[in-house]
């Protein structure tokens, strides 16, 4: 039987004592979190849902949404994240789209619901709420489950059922959903568990957003592998590196803003994170000054991964690392890329042009989205939408993501280019190009940048050092502006296209 829901119950079986989650002060066996997850599921049969119904969780991080996830699978429920920071529209969108027959959301986030009912949005029938004060309509997740003292009805689930629906963050435009099967979260256990060296006597930590696809990377090896998983309401740099230190943590997964903060903090030592056998960077590219300060510190747990939840990961692991430092690594096995031109034709090595892949976790489609699909997925291949080369030894150099291509005077410029440069400077820990109208090039680039804590220079000297540390007179920047924060999504992605925005109101008030 292929279905990841499974999972808990082998190790409820066999390791029923030992504590498989750990969050804000509790400690979970797998016994005990098996009986939570088996009455979950049987209380969603009870409501009526049934194989392949979706269910919507709107939640931030809490033992209840791991739950959920494992209690959706284990009954062939198809669970579809969505983001405790989407606004109303947002939400009546991914409603209507995957058709959710159930809800399950947090009191702090009814002002959100309030807004669809108010705007005469559908909503589910079904809806609960974490224990508190719910809107009315709404069950309590508790008081359901403590009514409940059957095990499940067990489903025949096939492995190319859909397990979740991931909707993309919305970065470009109306989101979409996409289809995970049972037998792609196998794989990543498989493949990922093998990769990093996940195993029994792991301890996994995860201080990012669960709803947010990157989670699980490192979620599904700890399921097959039955370890120890801990995980952070929110993430405070202080408080991770201390947890890793007292919880002797052998696995974590970052995005780069994260990791600018971990850098940053006065705890961050090579003692304190000597546990650490993986600290793995995702989401966005990790700047390579950051890359260079890491080696120091931890050496031979750092990891790069670049990839689409659409299905398609290259991963820059810690042998390659310092030979390979400006690249995003090679294929995991079983797994195929290429670099094409705008016709699709294969370019040689050293050729810039985008990125495709394909793999064992591909995804199967968007969710009735068939046209879409079939411009994504060409032939079995991936458009990723990324520019990149394939170097001479076979390692994927990320250039740029085409929407964020700026062509000034008629040429290419690729902001992260201008990025590494900026975050060479002493004072600066993240910076985000993009690009704005120009009379007389087109497009010019503009730099956002983020202090480091301590750090106060003026915008103009920044300007005037990045300018003349560039390696072409068209990557030169016509502005920066220093800002407090970046505007993120879930996944802590910098919304470039909000940064626009900002600085584009704000010129022309």
């Known amino acids: 039987m292929l279905n990841v829901g499974s999972l808990l119950g082998h190790w409820a079986r066999y390791r029923p004592d030992e504590i498989t989650v750990a969050f804000a002060g509790q400690r979970i066996s797998f016994i005990q979190h098996n009986r939570r997850v088996q009455r979950c599921a049987t209380a969603l049969q009870g409501l009526g849902l049934r194989h392949g119904d979706r269910l919507a969780v709107m939640l931030p991080n809490c033992i209840e949404l791991l739950e959920l996830y494992r209690a959706c699978a284990l009954i062939g429920l198809v669970m579809v994240p969505v ?9 009546a969108t991914v409603l209507a789209d995957s058709g959710a027959a159930a809800l399950v959301t947090h009191p702090s986030l009814q002002a959100t619901l309030a807004e669809l009912h108010t705007a005469g949005s559908d909503l589910p029938r079904h809806r609960w709420c974490m224990t508190g004060a719910g809107a009315e309509g709404y069950l309590h997740y508790e008081s359901l489950l403590a009514n409940v ?10 492995p190319d059922d859909p397990c979740q629906i991931m909707y993309s963050s919305g970065t470009t435009g109306a989101p979409k959903g996409i289809v995970i099967t049972h037998r792609i979260r196998a794989m990543y256990a498989l493949v990922f568990s093998a990769h990093f060296g996940i195993d029994a006597n792991s301890v996994v930590m995860h201080s990012g957003s669960l709803v947010f696809n990157g989670a699980f990377v490192t979620m599904m090896p700890s399921w097959l592998q039955g370890c120890r998983y801990l995980l952070d309401a929110r993430f405070s740099a202080d408080d991770f590196i201390q947890t890793i230190r007292r919880e002797a943590v ?6 780069p803003s994260q990791i600018a903060a971990v850098l940053d903090s006065p705890h961050f030592s090579a003692d304190a994170l000597s546990s650490l056998k993986m600290l793995c960077s995702v989401g966005s590219p990790l700047p390579i000054e950051h890359k260079h300060r890491l080696m120091q510190v931890v050496p031979h747990a750092l990891y790069e991964l670049y ?4 299905g398609f990961f290259t991963i820059l692991d810690n042998a390659d690392v310092a030979a390979h430092p400006g690249t995003v690594g090679r294929t995991l096995p079983f797994s195929e890329m290429r670099i094409a031109d705008a ?3 294969e370019l040689l090595a050293g050729e810039t042009g985008e990125i495709l892949g394909r793999g064992p976790v591909l995804m199967p489609g968007y969710y009735q989205q068939p046209e879409l699909t079939a411009n994504t997925l060409v032939d079995g291949w991936l458009r990723t939408g990324d520019l990149g080369f394939i170097d001479e030894h076979g390692f994927l150099n990320l250039v740029d993501r085409k929407k964020d291509l700026i062509i000034s005077g008629g040429v290419n410029v690729y902001p992260r280019d201008i990025e590494e440069v900026a975050c060479q400077h002493p004072a600066v820990r993240e910076a985000a190009v993009f690009g704005v109208p120009d009379p007389k090039w087109g497009e010019c680039p503009i730099a956002a940048l983020m202090l480091r804590p301590g750090e106060s220079i003026e915008a103009q000297a920044l300007l005037e050092w990045i300018n003349a540390n560039v390696a072409a007179r068209f990557q030169r920047l016509r502005d ?13 992605k910098t919304l470039k296209r909000e940064l626009r925005r900002q600085y584009l109101d704000t010129e022309s008030a």
């Open 250 to 255: 052998t696995h974590v997964m970052m995005v």
């Open 149 to 158: 003292d059957t095990t499940p009805v067990e489903v025949d689930v096939d």
């Open 83 to 91: 983001s405790p920071m989407l606004q109303a529209s947002g939400l």
């Open 480 to 492: 920066v502006v220093v800002l407090a924060e970046f505007p993120r999504n879930i996944a802590g």
């Open 343 to 345: 016709e699709g034709c």
């Open 307 to 310: 990839g689409l939840t659409e």
